[in-house]
């Protein structure tokens, strides 16, 4: 699909989400639609709110989280899991391939790149499926919740 075609067709999935909850299809809102239809990765609300800055109206962070969930509930951007409690989303009608960690008992999250690994899951075929992206999750525990730092500074003052 060609950017211009994904482009429109998010924004009429988008007004015709509105409209029929006779909602406003307000420019703040259309703003917001085309930011988040260029970003190549996963996004935070606040990395909407630093690009949206400057331009001709003021965005509120509370304006940019309803139309995030807006968006979401129109399946123009999905949630993806939060790292450290940070919402994070991303658009929905990019391909993805994702490696990520995710720690089990902070819940931080870290994308990965592997190229070893990405290339194997690309290679794999599956019977009447053809794959378009991958999501892959990596549990485990992140080096401050096995408290390595700790361990490191303590070896140390020895
Ligand atoms: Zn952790």
């Known amino acids: 699909m060609n950017e211009e075609k994904r482009k429109s067709e998010a924004e009429s999935r988008l007004r015709q989400y509105l409209s029929e909850r006779h909602l406003r299809c307000t420019p703040e809102r259309l703003a917001i639609l085309g930011v988040v239809m260029d970003a190549r990765g996963p996004f935070t609300p606040a990395d909407l709110l630093t690009e949206l800055s400057g331009r001709d109206f003021r965005l509120s962070q509370a304006t940019v989280y309803n139309t995030l969930k807006l ?62 992206g991958f999501d892959l999750y990596i549990h485990g525990l992140c080096s401050r919740c096995r408290g390595v730092g700790r361990a490191r500074r303590t070896a140390k003052e020895k």
Do not use: N, Q, W
């Not at 993806?80 to 919402?87: L, N």
């Not at 902070?106 to 990405?118: K, M, N, P, S, V």
């Open 71 to 132: 968006l979401e509930a129109a399946s123009v951007v999905r949630h993806r899991p939060s790292s450290g409690g940070v919402e994070t989303y991303e658009c929905a009608s990019r391909v993805y391939e994702h490696l990520t960690l995710v720690c089990s008992r902070c819940g931080r999250t870290r994308e990965l790149r592997d190229a070893e690994l990405t290339k194997l899951i690309k290679l794999r075929r599956y019977p009447s499926f053809v794959m378009s």
